[in-house]
Nanobody, 123 residues
Framework: QVQLVESGGGLVQAGGSLRLSCAASRRTFSSNAMAWFRQAPGKERDFVAAISWNGASTVYTNSVKGRFTISRDNAKNTVYLQMNSLKPEDTAVYYC????????????????WGKGTLVTVSS
């Protein structure tokens, strides 16, 4: 079992930045691909970004390319999402997720999920 705890959400003005963190409980975190998803009010959950077990490979949805960066620190069992140039449409609950597979992929087929952290971008 892997426990994932997100942090770093909050209220920010459009054009601002936030960095989300996701701390994993499992010692084998370093072998898992990780990802971020988001769910805006009244909408389905969407893929945002994923990173391979060693950080060498990343995948982003088109709407965040060039603005968001996913990274990880395996020594700290933590994955990050740096969000720059935020827009009101980025407002959502952001979820961290882990795959048993080491490969990054744009997929909802994740094995473990966090409870989410709310990001609100004001115009």
């Amino acid at each position: 079992q892997v426990q994932l705890v997100e942090s770093g959400g909050g209220l920010v003005q459009a054009g601002g930045s936030l960095r989300l963190s996701c701390a994993a409980s499992r010692r084998t975190f370093s072998s898992n691909a990780m990802a971020w998803f988001r769910q805006a009010p009244g909408k389905e959950r969407d893929f945002v970004a994923a990173i391979s077990w060693n950080g060498a490979s990343t995948v982003y949805t088109n709407s965040v390319k060039g603005r968001f960066t996913i990274s990880r620190d395996n020594a700290k069992n933590t994955v990050y999402l740096q969000m720059n140039s935020l827009k009101p449409e980025d407002t959502a609950v952001y979820y961290c997720a882990a795959r048993i597979s080491p490969r990054a992929a744009m997929t909802e087929n994740m094995d473990y999920w966090g409870k989410g952290t709310l990001v609100t971008v004001s115009s």
